[in-house]
Nanobody, 123 residues
Framework: QVQLVESGGGLVQAGGSLRLSCAASGSIFSIRKMGWFRQAPGKQREVVATTATGGITYYADSVKGRFTISRDNAKNTVYLQMNNLKPEDTAVYYC?????????????????WGQGTQVTVSS
């Protein structure tokens, strides 16, 4: 019913930049929050940045000042601009959306995840 498709990952040298995109499609009534999480080998998945209705944003301390999250509501798309990348940013990055399905009129909200995109930062 709903798909989140990510793009933009890759290999970059330390200090470089990447831009991730995630487009949500399907039977969507409304999206309350979208965000990015990441999981490095041997570690738990952690939140990177989120953006909620009203423009409320959250950033993990480790990425503040380097990453910027933005959202195009008309396209149901969220972006993550990553600057000054560090080797410790290496991980699989997952897109997340908290949304209501068509026909529910916002009565129930669900979390959906993208398939993940690899970001590798070399030193």
């Amino acid at each position: 019913q709903v798909q989140l498709v990510e793009s933009g990952g890759g290999l970059v040298q330390a200090g470089g930049s990447l831009r991730l995109s995630c487009a949500a499609s399907g039977s969507i009534f409304s999206i309350r929050k979208m965000g990015w999480f990441r999981q490095a080998p041997g570690k738990q998945r952690e939140v990177v940045a989120t953006t909620a209705t009203g423009g409320i944003t959250y950033y993990a301390d480790s990425v503040k000042g380097r990453f910027t999250i933005s959202r195009d509501n008309a396209k149901n798309t969220v972006y993550l601009q990553m600057n000054n990348l560090k080797p410790e940013d290496t991980a699989v990055y997952y897109c997340n959306a908290n949304l209501a399905l068509s026909g529910s009129y916002g009565s129930r909200w669900y979390d959906y995840w993208g398939q993940g995109t690899q970001v590798t930062v070399s030193s």
